[in-house]
């Protein structure tokens, strides 16, 4: 079984080609979780959309209670955590995350910013020990073989590795670094560029991006066949 973590960073509400002003990420999610339920329709998958639900941002009262040890915290302590906790029970609790990510000045939204700040978690997702002799912080979600697939969307173009404007791409490095430290090896990046210039330059990167999309689920998919045979007869036969 792999468990599957599908978000939605996009302010916009619905799916382009589906919906007036939809947003492509939303569609590029949504397309790569079908295709997977298709395939593996026995693999759960939980829906996050901090899009529309953006996670409270971290506070004095978050910070406070988040560095105050469990056995000491406040009843307050644990409320003000209760959200960011159940973040990262779903965090931990995937094998795959599948998260739409778009540009919005040349970051990630802040709604998904309040995500990532609500899942480094210290003692949760990383560790940090300041008397622990040179390595004080260390990641706690490390060999568990955790995978991330990013799907961005930007409405300009050339931000892809080699691109004129890839400098400037603060998206996929500002997911991945902070996910990397939690221990978190595994990405694969697919983006949508020309949003803003909706002419047939945005039809053939939608095009491609959701080819890729599908050769990524099915490549996916076969991995996890070989890790793993769904027939439990197949294994015990080979
Ligand atoms: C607040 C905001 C900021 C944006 N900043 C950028 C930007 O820095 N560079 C860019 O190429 N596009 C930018 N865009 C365009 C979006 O990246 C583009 O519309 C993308 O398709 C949004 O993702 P979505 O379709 O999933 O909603 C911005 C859009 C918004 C709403």
């Known amino acids: 079984m792999i468990r599957l973590l599908h978000l939605d960073g996009s302010a916009r509400p619905g ?3 589906e919906h007036a002003h939809g947003s492509h990420t939303r569609r590029l999610g949504a397309r790569f979780v079908a295709r997977w339920r298709r395939l593996r329709p026995q693999d759960p998958v939980v829906h996050r959309d901090v899009g529309q639900a953006p996670p409270a941002p971290v506070d004095g009262r978050w910070v406070h209670a988040a560095f105050t040890p469990p056995a000491q915290r406040e009843p307050w302590m644990d409320e003000r955590l ?18 739409g990510v778009p540009m919005y000045n040349f ?5 998904v910013k309040a995500w990532i700040d609500n ?9 940090f020990d300041r008397t622990r002799a040179g390595a004080p912080y ?17 409405g300009d173009h050339g931000y892809d590795p080699g691109g004129r404007l890839e400098a400037d791409n603060l998206v996929e490095r500002g997911v991945m670094t902070p996910l990397r430290y939690l221990g978190i090896e595994a ?6 560029e ?8 945005l039809q053939a990167s939608l095009a491609s991006a959701e080819a890729a999309v599908d050769a990524l689920v099915d490549r996916l998919v076969a991995e996890a066949a070989r890790r793993a045979p769904a027939d439990p007869a197949a294994r015990v036969a080979s």
Request: overall charge negative; glycine content about 10%; aromatic content about 8%.
């Open 107 to 111: 970051g990630m939204p802040a709604q």
């Open 119 to 127: 899942v480094v978690r210290v003692g949760r997702t990383f560790g």
């Open 82 to 99: 209760a959200e960011s906790d159940a973040l990262v029970d779903e965090l931990i609790a995937s094998d795959l995350v599948v998260a």
């Open 194 to 201: 020309y949003d803003e210039f909706a002419d047939a330059r």
């Open 138 to 154: 260390w990641p706690l979600l490390a060999g568990q073989d955790r995978r991330v697939v990013l799907l961005g969307a930007r």
């Open 187 to 192: 990405f694969d990046c697919i983006a949508v």
């Open 15 to 17: 799916r382009s080609g």
